[in-house]
């Protein structure tokens, strides 16, 4: 018994432990997050005339943006050259201690450097600091300490607020590179509404990924001619069925003379018209005036529409004729591309 009471409170004895420590965990998470976000707070307060001459510099920029740093900045460089590229602005990443060994051949007159340095003392920033003067390409320098290395030599400083890092010993980054990354998306934005850049441009540098399937145009995605269900106004209930079950997209579109889009009919109008199986037609069950869209428009925008007026299927037009039909696409159809 005795043996069985001391396991017992053993098991209670660990339990509690586990539950403070989960305790302590979800404080010390929301403690981070709330540090690094109070940072990115100051940072945007902070920001002034340096960050707009910095815009300046990069869309004046003929050649490339050329990103540098070391460590956890180094990091964080390769991430905010990735989104210059993505949003218009050409870029790329040079690791400041792999360019002392042959990479600074990449940097070229016409170019910009933006270098990334907490400290602005990193000693592996000098070799493509005096490269890049040597060059005259100009120098973009980001650090919390303006009176550093990088700083001192760089012809635009933007300097980072001085903040605690959200790690307890105040060793790995963590708010700063926090702050580095929000201030990389800020030049990368800003800079992409400078230079005017449109959804369109957006669309051609991303045609992978979810991403790029939702801003591809309908018409890839469309079941035309034998795929087509069309019906007229007079077809039997017979025929309408067989029409709108060889397809297996349940709905037929009802059109007049003209191969004008009138209606449209559901399997959920048939089951309701069951009673009249025998003498209706699809002019009699059909919905009229459904929603349609035109050729040439996104997948996303055919999506949101399907979403806002909760329906499965929607006929596209010819936008020479917008009564035409020229295709049909499914709910089903997006949902798999994207």
């Not at 925008?301 to 936008?319: G, N, Q, R, W, Y």
Request: charged share 20%.
């Amino acid at each position: 018994m005795g043996c069985l009471g001391a396991r017992g409170e053993l098991t209670r004895l660990v339990k509690s432990t586990a539950l403070a420590d989960a305790t302590t965990r979800l404080a010390t998470g929301r403690s981070v997050i709330w540090q690094e976000a109070q940072a990115l707070l100051q940072l945007g307060e902070h920001l002034g005339d340096s960050f707009e001459e910095a815009v300046e510099q990069i869309v004046a920029t003929q050649g490339r943006i050329v990103v540098t740093g070391v460590g956890k900045s180094g990091h964080i460089g390769r991430k905010i050259a990735a989104t210059f590229s993505a949003t218009g602005t050409p870029a790329f990443f040079v690791h400041a201690g792999e360019a002392a060994h042959g990479d600074l051949g990449m940097l070229c007159s016409g170019d910009a450097l933006l270098i990334l340095s907490n400290s602005g003392a990193s000693a592996e920033l000098r070799p493509i600091i005096l490269y890049a003067k040597r060059l005259g390409i100009p120098i973009i320098g980001v650090a919390s300490k303006a009176d550093s290395p990088l700083m001192w030599q760089a012809g635009i400083r933007i300097r980072l607020p001085l903040v605690r890092e959200a790690c307890p010993e105040q060793i790995a980054p963590t708010t700063t590179t926090t702050m580095m990354l929000a201030l990389g998306d800020a030049l990368a934005i800003a800079a992409m509404q400078a230079r005017g850049v449109t959804r369109a441009d957006l669309v051609q540098w991303h045609p992978g990924g979810a991403i790029g399937w939702r801003n591809q145009l309908v018409d890839q995605l469309l079941r035309r001619d034998a795929q087509l269900p069309l019906v007229t106004p007079e077809t039997s209930m017979r025929d309408l069925v067989f029409e709108m079950t060889s397809t297996g997209k349940g709905v037929a579109g009802v059109v007049d003379a003209e191969g004008d889009l009138i209606g449209i009919v559901t399997d959920g109008d048939v089951r309701r018209a069951f009673d009249r199986v025998l003498t209706a037609v699809a002019g009699d069950i059909m919905t009229s005036d459904p929603y349609v869209v035109l050729s040439g428009t996104l997948i996303e925008s055919v999506l949101e529409l399907m979403k806002d007026a909760k329906i499965t299927v929607v006929f596209v037009m010819d936008p020479a004729r917008p009564r035409k039909p020229i295709g049909l696409v499914h709910i089903h159809d997006l949902a798999m591309a994207v």
